[in-house]
Nanobody
Framework: QVQLVESGGGLVQAGDSLRLSCAAS????????MSWFRQAPVKEREFVVA????????YYADFVKGRFTISRDNAKNTVYLQMNSLKPEDTAVYYC?????????????????WGQGTQVTVSS
């Protein structure tokens, strides 16, 4: 079992940056592939990025390549999402998700654990 708690969301202007954090409970955080998804109002949840448990493999959705960066600090049981050059269309609730020893899946159904989400709002 792992519990995930996101933080770092907020209201920013277009072009600004934010860093989201996802703190995980449990002793085996380093064994989990971590990912970020987002869901905008009246839209389906969409994959943003995933980072393998080894830390060697990442996979980004095309719409965030070059702007967002995922990283993890296993000593702090935390995964981060650095978001730069934010756009109004990035407005959404951002969720982190975890899968034990998994690959960098892009489908939400492949992840076993989810956080409660953090709101990111980007004004134009």
């Amino acid at each position: 079992q792992v519990q995930l708690v996101e933080s770092g969301g907020g209201l920013v202007q277009a072009g600004d940056s934010l860093r989201l954090s996802c703190a995980a409970s449990g002793r085996t955080f380093s064994s989990y592939t971590m990912s970020w998804f987002r869901q905008a109002p009246v839209k389906e949840r969409e994959f943003v990025v995933a980072l393998s448990w080894t830390g060697h493999t990442t996979y980004y959705a095309d719409f965030v390549k070059g702007r967002f960066t995922i990283s993890r600090d296993n000593a702090k049981n935390t995964v981060y999402l650095q978001m730069n050059s934010l756009k109004p269309e990035d407005t959404a609730v951002y969720y982190c998700a975890a899968d034990l020893g998994g690959s960098v899946y892009t489908k939400g159904d492949d992840y076993d654990y989810w956080g409660q989400g953090t709101q990111v709002t980007v004004s134009s």
